[in-house]
């Protein structure tokens, strides 16, 4: 059989314009409409904003290294951390001296905060996410800072561990990972405490 080049063109052309409208115009617009409408606050970012302005995402974590502050799960993205255009994790291996070496690093910076905490420090307090940008860290990690945290502002460590109690978020779904803390949230929260003597 002898095809003319417009009997193969045609169809050809016809479908890239069909699915370019389809995946390039109607799905996109309707995916975005349903998530303005179903999930708002999540499609537009999950901002927190404080007095009008926008101070961070309950979805990217921040740098905290200011001893009245609870501090994030260490992030490995560069050229700075918990940078969201460049979302990785390490990849260094258990074996790997690297890995170590920062652990070790991460361990000696938390206990010259807190020289008085003999406690065993959990784990995603000196290791880095898969994505470098996780804003949640476990309840122990929370737990573990609360007396360096109660120190510095000079409150009471039990209104410190209530604190923390209130902003521990459940397994999802009741079976899905592990309570978890935001971070952002705790420490904006943690701002609204006046001073009182322990």
Known sequence: MNY????????????????TILTGLVYPLAVTGLAQVLFPRQANGSVITRNGTAVGSTLIGQPFDDPRY??????ATS??????GASSGSNLGPT???????????IQALCQAD????????????????SGLDPDISAAAALFQVHRVARARDLPKQQVRDLVARFTEPR??????EPRV???ALNMALDTFATTPR
Not at 4 to 10: A, G
Not at 116 to 124: F, I, S, T
Not at 172 to 177: D, K, T
């Open 4 to 19: 003319r080049v417009q009997d193969i063109l045609r169809p050809a052309l016809g479908v890239l314009i069909a699915m």
């Open 70 to 75: 609870f501090w994030s799960r260490p992030s």
């Open 79 to 84: 050229p700075f951390p918990y940078n969201a």
């Open 96 to 106: 790997n001296p690297a890995l170590a070496e920062a652990v070790k690093t991460r």
């Open 115 to 130: 020289p008085d905490n003999h406690d065993p420090v959990p784990v995603d307090l000196v290791t880095t996410s898969a």
């Open 172 to 177: 999802q779904f009741g079976i899905l990972g």
């Open 182 to 184: 935001n971070v952002l």
